[in-house]
């Protein structure tokens, strides 16, 4: 069965810093892989997909996403964390089940805090 | 822009009560799914209707049913609602050939 691991559950980085969210999948064939981002109060918004391709995939509000095969890894990034990224960040991997249907596994989700 | 909108934000219910939570989406999308969002647990899908009519169950159907009349509205039902069932419930769309889901904001359940 698919899974998705975030290790992190709580992240704090200081405005302008680095940011870096693991996310580690468990699928035996390709995954399609997503990050979704929850502001407080709201619903998901996904940030970005993989599906194949370039293993560097771009996504919206800066961020960015590397496919790993070999560590079954889609860890997110940005280079210069706003203090308006706090806010928890869902990876999931999404695959068809034997039923036909697809079916997406979302992580526990990774909450981030950015102090000044 | 896709919308996916719900009923309430917040919802306050007794237990025992029968509760309804109702999602709409703007964007013809085939397939509707509910979930629930707890601290730790992520989201954990409860059921999904592929299309109008149909209802699949998820990971977690127990305590809950759903209704898909028409296309654009899929209705989460608590028949008997209880505390555990206290939650963050978020209702889902997309289109059926692709995986990307569009989410709405969000209901918070409180069950006392």
């Known amino acids: 069965a698919q899974s998705v691991t975030q290790p992190d559950i709580h992240i704090t980085v200081s405005e302008g810093a680095s940011l870096e969210l693991r996310c580690n999948y468990s699928?035996?064939?390709?995954?399609?892989l997503f990050w979704y981002v929850q502001s407080p109060g709201q619903g998901l918004q996904l940030l970005l997909k993989?599906?194949?391709?370039?293993?560097l995939v771009q996504g919206i509000k800066g961020f960015e996403a590397e496919f790993k095969r070999s560590q079954s890894s889609f860890n997110l990034r940005k280079p210069s964390v706003h203090w308006s990224d706090a806010a928890e960040y869902f990876c999931?991997?999404?695959?068809?089940?034997?039923?036909?249907?697809?079916?997406?596994?979302f992580g526990t989700g990774t909450k981030l805090q950015v102090i000044p | 822009d896709v919308k996916v909108t719900q009923s309430s934000r917040y919802l306050v219910k007794r237990t025992g009560e029968k509760v309804f939570l109702e999602c709409v989406q703007d964007?013809?999308?085939?397939?509707m799914f509910w979930y629930r969002q707890d601290p730790g647990l992520g989201l954990r899908l409860i059921y999904f209707?592929?299309?109008?009519?149909?209802?699949e169950k998820g990971d977690i159907p127990e305590g809950y049913s759903v209704s898909r009349e028409k296309k654009e509205r899929f209705s989460l039902i608590l028949e008997s609602a209880s505390t555990n069932q206290t939650s963050m419930y978020l209702c889902?769309?997309?289109?059926?050939?692709?995986?990307?889901?569009?989410f709405g904001p969000g209901t918070r359940l409180t069950v006392t």
């Open positions: 699928y035996g064939a390709t995954p399609y």
């Open positions: 209707s592929y299309d109008v009519k149909m209802k």
């Open positions: 964007m013809d999308h085939e397939n």
């Open positions: 993989y599906f194949s391709g370039d293993t």
């Open positions: 889902a769309s997309k289109v059926s050939a692709t995986y990307e889901q569009y």
């Open positions: 999931a991997v999404a695959m068809m089940n034997s039923g036909g249907y697809q079916k997406v596994t």
